[in-house]
């Protein structure tokens, strides 16, 4: 699951979740930035001022990395026979810090999940959800959370399909919880189906 910041990831994420583990599937979830060493760091800068002075290179250097850690919990689960469940993964990456032109041989640096649901909508919305439940967190806003970056990120997210080969499925996200989850379900059902 990605996309831009309060598209709805996380509450897509664990309603499909529900969804499989009530198939009796069993269900990992990974999240990015992760609780490693790495995701950590990249958390405490998200909501600090050196937050722009750091370099396009610095922010890929530490993605990578909590990306790669993130693979290796990634492939003992899948040897587990588990479903895995990303919020986030190297896509955020591609969208937030690199160009068209570096996608493809950054992408071949990581394992490619079967289904990739990027969910989309207008970024003036995402932002004012993001807003509402800050207020209920009490989380402070995150660097790449403003309008003209979301913008830009945005329009990277809907061109991934165009220049990679992942199967990546874009579900409108400025709908019904219910509804997103329905579609998001169906896609899956496919491809538990196969
Ligand atoms: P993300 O994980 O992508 O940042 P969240 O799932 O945390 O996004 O959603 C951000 C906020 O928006 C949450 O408060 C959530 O309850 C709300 N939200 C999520 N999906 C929808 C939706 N389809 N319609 C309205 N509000 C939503």
Redesign the pocket.
Known sequence: MDGI???????QIKLLKEYLEHQDKEVFLTSEPSTSEHGKKIENLLRRKEASRLSKKKWVELFTLDSKENIKEIKIALQENKIVLC?RYYYSTLAYQLNEKEWQAYSEQFLKPTIVFILDLPVPIALE??K??YKLTGEKKAYFEKLSILRAVRKKFLLLPNYLSDNIKIIK?D???KK?SEDIKKEVDLLIKK
Do not use: L
């Open positions: 910041d309060g598209n709805g990831k996380s509450t919020d959800r993001v509402e439940k996200g709908m019904p919880i997103i």
